[in-house]
T-cell receptor, first 112, second 114 residues
Framework: GQQLNQSPQSMFIQEGEDVSMNCTSS?????WLWYKQDPGEGPVLLIA?????ELTSNGRLTAQFGITRKDSFLNISASIPSDVGIYFC????????????FGTGTQLKVEL | DAGITQSPRHKVTETGTPVTLRCHQT?????MYWYRQDPGHGLRLIHY???????DKGEVSDGYSVSRSKTEDFLLTLESATSSQTSVYFC?????????????FGNGTRLTVT
């Protein structure tokens, strides 16, 4: 099946620092999504990207849909303790049931 | 959690026993999905449904079956549980196409097969 390579696998940063993570694919997607998962809960949608080249922000989060449609990145500015969690990218193809292919996640830890 | 309830939240069962997990939604969304989450693998699709009685396989469907007899409920059944099916199972929903609507997830069911 399709693989999404997400990096880094984990990050340990200082509060207030900016964070960047990315996701690459061997296949093209029509939509890129970024989710955050807290312990014991399901993934929660952060940002959805629908067009190649699109740059979208949600508060301190900014994500971009790569121009080749095979990659995406997520930036978090001025990290705070509640940013701790696992971040997943996901690629989606139109049709075929809106199925998502997920990356393996980036675990973010914030040092006070 | 977008109006999604998974039950049970936790279950321990023995190898060889049947297990059914339930997903209930209050959003009237057409699409429903079952994923499993394992360390190092992220979330992988087991089965999905695109309407009542309409289902299809995902990438890890072996050993699982599903049923959708009404819009709000999507059941995942392990006919004979194995230790390799120990995992956290997530249900997700999305609206009717072609809106490219994102998936919204429930809070998961942690299943342990001993």
């Amino acid at each position: 099946g399709q693989q999404l390579n997400q990096s880094p696998q984990s990050m340990f940063i200082q509060e207030g620092e900016d964070v960047s993570m990315n996701c690459t694919s061997s296949s093209i997607f029509n939509t890129w999504l970024w989710y955050k998962q807290d312990p014991g809960e399901g993934p929660v949608l952060l940002i959805a990207l629908y067009k190649a080249g699109e740059l979208t922000s949600n508060g301190r989060l900014t994500a971009q849909f790569g121009i080749t449609r095979k990659d995406s990145f997520l930036n978090i500015s001025a990290s705070i303790p509640s940013d701790v969690g696992i971040y997943f990218c996901a690629g989606q193809l139109t049709g075929g049931g809106n199925k998502l292919t997920f990356g393996t996640g980036t675990q973010l830890k914030v040092e006070l | 959690d977008a109006g999604i309830t998974q039950s049970p939240r936790h279950k321990v069962t023995e190898t060889g026993t049947p297990v059914t997990l339930r997903c209930h939604q209050t959003e009237n969304h057409r699409y429903m999905y079952w994923y499993r989450q394992d360390p190092g693998h992220g979330l992988r699709l087991i089965h999905y449904s695109y309407g009542v009685k309409d289902t299809d396989k995902g990438e890890v469907s072996d050993g699982y079956s599903v049923s959708r007899s009404k819009t709000e409920d999507f059941l995942l059944t392990l006919e004979s549980a194995t230790s390799s099916q120990t995992s956290v199972y997530f249900c997700a929903i999305s609206e009717r196409m072609p809106n490219n609507s994102p998936l919204h997830f429930g809070n998961g069911t942690r299943l342990t097969v001993t």
